[in-house]
């Protein structure tokens, strides 16, 4: 059996209140996949994979990253990428690069993931962006999550 989180939990987990990620939810299309069971009825249940999707949203919101920029990092391979990250414990030194600007609507040309910082130094030399430090964000998700899975 998985570990399943209401959104109350899922709002301590993340440091932020439950309105903003039922709005962020329904922005990005995150949604609660576990299917509740008791007595409170059919309410669903966040899984891990979920929170990590709302976490991430709430950080790269936090960052500066626009709508459209996090919906783009949300769909792409990199989320899946940040995702694995957290079950290897690899997250360390990660940093997600978005570079080139292009308008309200259209988001970054390129986002990425980089390894270091002078890499994500080099991909800003030609183009303007954003440098969001994720493996912080990985890394204290995964402690905050194995320390509320242990009670």
């Known amino acids: ?15 932020t209140g439950v309105l903003r990620l039922n709005k962020l939810g329904a922005r990005y299309k995150i949604t609660a ?3 509740g069971r008791g ?3 059919s309410r669903r249940h966040f899984s891990v994979q979920d929170i990590c999707r709302l976490g991430l949203a709430v950080w ?22 940040l995702l694995s990250d957290l079950k290897t414990g690899s997250e360390r030194n990660r940093f997600l690069v978005a570079v080139g600007f292009r308008g309200t609507k259209q ?5 990425q993931l980089v390894n270091s910082l002078e890499r994500a130094q080099a991909a800003l030399r030609r183009d303007s962006g954003v440098v ?7 890394g204290a998700l995964a402690a905050r999550l194995e320390s509320f899975t242990k009670f």
């Open 1 to 15: 059996m998985s570990a399943q989180f209401e959104i109350h939990q899922v709002s301590g987990l993340l440091g």
């Open 33 to 35: 996949s576990v299917e």
């Open 39 to 41: 007595k409170r009825g």
């Open 60 to 81: 790269l919101s936090n960052a500066g990253l626009r709508g459209p920029a996090i919906r783009d990092v949300l769909r792409r391979r990199v989320s899946r990428e």
């Open 107 to 111: 988001g970054y040309k390129r986002v």
């Open 132 to 138: 969001v430090p994720v493996g912080e964000f990985l």
